[in-house]
């Protein structure tokens, strides 16, 4: 442990600290939920898998690492509180080359048994139609975790899912730089459903809550369902890093 109780893998990396704390509580809450009463088999989809940063060689502080804990934690609260054997599995897509052999030798080691763990090599949008088959039986969840760009348009045959929720960080500080670019309509457009010229003389807050709303509207011409969200600040600063949308 670190100062402040920050484990030692993630200082430097505060932000990445409370998007796993934040995943890792969505998800034990979420799986117990649809596991105990709607779904006989819950799917996990990691978009961006990565290993990205990772101090932990059992990827503790990873997205792999904590989702494929919670499901196995989950997977044995079920069968003991309510007699529910529920099946999970794991999808993990990584586009480069070095983390996702790290990936696939991680999950070769087979350190959660009793989880369905697959992972795939490549650009996300490009394996839609295989991802989408696979998640056709249950319950599935997907993370959508990119450094930089997020493509709506390409998570729209996810979105169109009917028994799915989703996990979407939307890298604010990133793609607020560019929103007002010319040369970057069409990603603006792709992204919030609209070409925002209009927050060319906004203050910061408004332009905030303007393009998040923007975003959530967007996300929701496909996925039928409510959304919230939290924002993620820059460690030490009033700035904002990035937006988790669910
Ligand atoms: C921010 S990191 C992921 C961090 C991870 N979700 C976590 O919380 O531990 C993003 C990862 O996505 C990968 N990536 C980038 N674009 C991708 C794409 N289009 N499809 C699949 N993986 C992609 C990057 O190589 C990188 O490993």
């Known amino acids: 442990m670190g100062k402040e109780g920050l484990p030692d893998d993630y200082i430097g990396r ?12 969505y998800l034990k809450r979420l799986f117990m ?7 006989d088999v819950i799917n996990f989809v990691d978009c961006f898998a990565g290993p990205w940063q990772e101090g932990d060689k059992f990827l503790a502080d990873t997205s792999i690492g904590i989702a494929l804990k919670q499901m196995e934690s989950c997977k044995k609260q079920l069968d003991a509180t309510f007699g529910r054997n529920v099946k999970f599995r794991a999808l993990f897509i990584e586009k480069e080359e070095k983390p996702y052999t ?12 009793t989880i369905v763990a697959e992972c795939i090599h490549g650009e996300y949008a490009k394996s839609s139609e295989e ?20 493509n709506v348009s390409d998570l729209r045959p996810f979105l169109a899912i009917r028994n799915s929720e989703f996990l979407v960080n939307l890298m604010y500080d990133f793609i607020n730089r560019f929103v007002t670019q010319f040369d970057q309509k069409d990603r603006m457009s792709d992204i919030f459903g609209e070409t925002p010229d209009f927050l060319q003389d906004a203050l910061p807050e408004e332009r905030q809550s303007k393009l998040l709303t923007l975003f959530r509207k967007n ?10 969200f939290v924002r993620i600040e820059k460690p030490g600063h009033n700035r904002i890093l990035y937006y988790l949308v669910w």
Do not use: M
């Not at 939920?33 to 779904?39: D, E, H, L, N, Q």
């Not at 991802?131 to 997020?150: H, S």
């Open 33 to 39: 939920i649809v596991g105990r009463s709607k779904a």
């Open 14 to 25: 505060e932000q990445a600290y409370i998007k796993h704390k934040i995943l890792e509580s």
């Open 102 to 113: 790290r990936l696939k030798t991680f999950l070769s080691e087979n350190h959660y048994p």
């Open 131 to 150: 991802i989408v088959n696979w998640c056709k039986e249950g319950f599935t969840f997907f993370f959508v975790d990119p450094k930089g760009w997020l």
């Open 219 to 228: 996300l929701n011409k496909t996925y039928d369902g409510r959304s919230a």
